[in-house]
């Protein structure tokens, strides 16, 4: 099964998939207030919204939009009424990193036929398809999810700390902007990037359209990354790192992690090693 799809081939399942509009920055107050509100406003239909901020992340931690445990995962499956045996579909309302990071959940606990609307809701209405404001509210489901979790989706500190010590031959993969992984500007505890580290901004992924480049192996060899080899992705908090993967996955990567702690976690312990490019 294809990982994206487009809105004219959407247009035609509305009724045999379950569609999920997910929110961006919903971490803040006043972006996830705006974020529902134009969810309200005008949505594909049968569209259910998703703040990765309450729903499908750990509740445990102070770190944002960190990946679920599978009690969170149940619970969240629940609210939203999920079947598991029923295709999904998932968009956002920006450039596909937001879509992509709970593609990436239901990817990691085994469901089998996920897909994100490639160029998400803007190309939808670059179609003239209609939208909906009518609040969905999910239907009873027919099939309990059988949770499989892939603990090769992600990385932790110590996955992290391996590469940077050169302990295992894989390849981190910083997705930031150049300003912030060079260490001009400071978004984090402290400025730089992890040892080791690739810098490939993830706009570098996307086309003039906002959409994924068709190929990436001739700009990514330029960056120096090896798609044969595993790629261990960092930003911010995991979000944009997820954009990345899915970018990856178009070409074929069968070994990719992402570090869901990433700079909010690794700047924000003084003991480890952050590099400044002069």
């Not at 919204?49 to 931690?61: E, G, I, K, S, W």
């Not at 300003?179 to 003039?208: Q, W």
């Amino acid at each position: 099964m294809k990982d994206l799809i487009n809105p004219e081939d959407l247009v035609q399942q509305l009724n045999a998939v379950q569609i999920f509009e997910v929110g961006a920055k919903t971490a803040q107050p006043i972006q996830a207030k705006q974020a529902k509100a134009w969810y309200e406003n005008a949505h594909i239909p049968t569209a259910q919204y998703v703040d990765l901020n309450q729903d499908f992340c750990n509740l445990r931690t102070a770190l944002e939009y960190q990946y679920p445990n599978e009690t969170e995962m149940l619970h969240s499956l629940e609210k939203f009424q999920v079947d598991w045996n029923k295709p999904i579909v998932i968009y956002d309302r920006e450039n596909h990193i937001w879509a992509a990071r709970l593609f990436w959940i239901f990817k990691a606990f085994g469901h089998q036929q996920v897909q994100v609307l490639h160029g998400g809701l803007k190309a939808w209405q670059q179609q003239n398809l209609s939208v909906s404001d009518q609040i969905e509210q999910p239907s009873p489901s027919l099939n309990v999810a059988e949770l499989k979790f892939d603990s090769t989706c992600f990385a932790d500190i110590e996955d992290v700390k391996k590469v940077v010590e050169g302990r295992v031959n894989s390849q981190l993969l910083n997705v930031l902007r150049p300003e912030v992984f060079r260490g001009d500007e400071v978004r984090y505890s402290r400025a730089g990037h992890i040892p080791n580290s690739i810098n490939i901004p993830f706009a570098e992924f996307l086309d003039e359209t906002g959409k994924f480049k068709a190929s990436i192996f001739n700009f990514v060899a330029q960056f120096g990354l090896d798609l044969n080899r595993e790629i261990m992705i960092y930003c911010g908090s995991g979000i944009t790192a997820s954009g990345a993967a899915l970018a990856l996955r178009q070409a074929q990567v069968t070994s990719i992690k992402i570090y869901d702690g990433s700079m909010s976690e690794w700047s924000a312990d003084p003991d480890l090693p952050l590099q400044i490019m002069v």
